[in-house]
């Protein structure tokens, strides 16, 4: 099993400014002193190795969306925040072929945060492709 998230943050999703990107940006440099870098393989090398996840990558910008792949041939997604719409972008990338284009949404609640990304959902508005949303809340429609 395989879990994605690609929305974590809570009612409004908040990309880095620049001051944190900045800073993240001082601490790699910093870390790369003493460290062999100049060729682009090695440069990936350190960043893969050596960075914390905090300094060479970023929890994500958008709200609550996280796919679980189980191994089976349907999409699962928990909730449509914000993040719906890269996972809804990746998945028109064929990013995953082997998949059927049914992809079923878990809404947790119908709160603004964890259904903003269905309106920017380009599965949704593609005809191959079905989408189910299971939900116990009956105001969801």
Request: charged share 20%; hydrophobic share 40%.
């Amino acid at each position: 099993m395989l879990v994605r998230f690609w929305g974590t943050r809570g009612s409004l999703p908040t990309p880095l400014n620049a001051v944190a990107v900045r800073e993240k940006i001082r601490r790699a440099l910093r870390a790369s002193v003493g460290h062999d870098i100049s060729t682009p393989e090695r440069l990936e090398a350190f960043i893969d190795q050596k960075l914390a996840f905090s300094v060479s990558g970023t929890f994500g910008g958008n709200s609550s969306c996280v796919e679980i792949e189980s191994g089976g041939k349907q999409h699962m997604l928990c909730d449509m925040g914000s993040g719906g719409r890269e996972f809804g972008n990746a998945i028109m990338a064929q990013k995953y072929p082997n998949k059927e284009k049914v992809i079923n949404i878990f809404q947790s609640h119908p709160h603004w945060d964890h259904i903003m990304g269905f309106p920017f959902f380009v599965p949704a508005y593609v005809p191959e492709f079905k989408v189910v949303i299971h939900c116990c809340h009956a105001n969801l429609e």
